[in-house]
């Protein structure tokens, strides 16, 4: 009977250990050591506005990886719509009413050095916008220009590190010609390219890949059809470019382009409680990358 009872107890304590084991191997807030030699959290479609919920999720997650993981990733990057809105309306003058600013009052505490890519909603100077619309030459300018004074980034830019490029795009600035990236930005990234770095992209709106996916609505899509230019570039370049992180579309997604280059769509965090990214770890010896999609909170 002692024996009996004795083992029960103990298959119960054995059952507890193992739960526990699986529920806290399961929590996504605990990360893995990526044995690679540079590591970044990929986050989008954050869309800071008048929802707080927001607000506290990302200075949450900006808190985490202060305490506890920065010194196991090198960067965070953003793939655009950061905000709902540059405003939530340009005529007033309220302290909550800028909302890049809010943005940027928690990010500002990040310890991990952050990069932000421009998507269609960081366009938009107010809620009375129609992100979908068409954009002028004039409107891209200005909302440039208030990015540029508010947090000091340009609207696309090259990093180089551990020998690689990353390369933030822009997908909205050439909207005024009813494409996506205008010629300047063409030239650009070719000029970029040319050191043979192995790269990574960065930009806001899907891709068309080699195998039919869901990215988003297909008038969003970026195709050969209106950029081949861009595509071309591609092309050129698909054994040196290693990968492009995209959002827009809300959800996670997956393929390849030119059978090469792979391509991740990352879910949007504002729509998304769990507070979903990727986590890519960089082999700079075999020129490689691992992705990780996870997600910040558990329910």
Same mark, same amino acid.
């Given at each position: 009977?002692?024996?009996?009872?004795?083992?029960?107890?103990?298959?119960?304590?054995?059952?507890?250990?193992?739960?526990?084991?699986?529920?806290?191997?399961?929590n996504n807030k605990t990360i893995k050591n990526i044995k690679t030699d540079y590591s970044f959290l990929v986050i989008s479609d954050v869309h800071i506005s008048s929802d707080e919920n927001k607000?506290?999720?990302?200075?949450?997650?900006?808190?985490?990886? *202060?305490?506890?993981?920065?010194?196991? $990733?090198?960067?965070?990057?953003?793939?655009? /719509? @950061?905000?709902?809105?540059?405003? !939530?309306?340009?005529n007033l003058i309220e302290s909550n009413n800028n909302r890049v600013k809010k943005l940027y009052t928690i990010l500002k505490k990040s310890k991990v050095p952050y990069y932000l890519t421009l998507g269609n909603h960081d366009y938009k100077i107010d809620s009375n916008k129609d992100s979908d619309e068409p954009f002028t030459k004039t409107e891209i300018d200005q909302i440039e220009k208030l990015w540029k004074k508010f947090t000091s980034i340009e609207p696309y830019y090259l990093i180089k590190n551990k020998g690689w490029n990353f390369i933030v795009l822009n997908s909205m600035r050439g909207k005024y010609l009813s494409r996506n990236f205008d010629?300047?930005?063409?030239?650009?990234?070719?000029?970029?390219?040319? *050191?043979?770095?192995?790269?990574?992209? $960065?930009?806001?709106?899907?891709?068309?890949? /080699? @195998?039919?996916?869901?990215?988003? !609505?297909?008038?969003d899509l970026v195709t050969e059809e209106?950029?081949?230019?861009?595509?071309?570039?591609?092309?050129?370049?698909?054994?040196?470019?290693?990968?492009?992180?995209v959002g827009h579309g809300h959800m996670w997604q997956t393929d390849?382009?030119?059978?090469?280059?792979?391509?991740?769509?990352?879910d949007s965090f504002a729509d998304n409680e769990n507070s979903p990214y990727y986590i890519v770890g960089v082999d700079t010896t075999k020129n490689t990358i691992q992705v990780s999609q996870r997600e910040f909170r558990i329910n």
């Open positions: 009977m002692l024996t009996s009872q004795k083992n029960i107890v103990t298959n119960k304590i054995l059952a507890i250990i193992i739960t526990s084991i699986l529920l806290y191997g399961c607000d506290v999720r990302l200075a949450e997650l900006v808190e985490e990886i *202060n305490e506890l993981y920065f010194k196991k $990733f090198d960067a965070i990057f953003f793939t655009g /719509d @950061n905000v709902s809105s540059f405003y !939530k309306n340009k010629n300047e930005q063409i030239s650009f990234l070719k000029e970029s390219l040319k *050191n043979d770095n192995p790269t990574i992209l $960065f930009f806001h709106h899907p891709i068309q890949t /080699d @195998n039919f996916k869901i990215w988003c !609505k297909p008038k209106t950029e081949q230019d861009f595509f071309k570039v591609l092309e050129e370049f698909k054994h040196q470019i290693k990968g492009i992180f390849t382009i030119f059978d090469s280059i792979k391509v991740f769509e990352t």
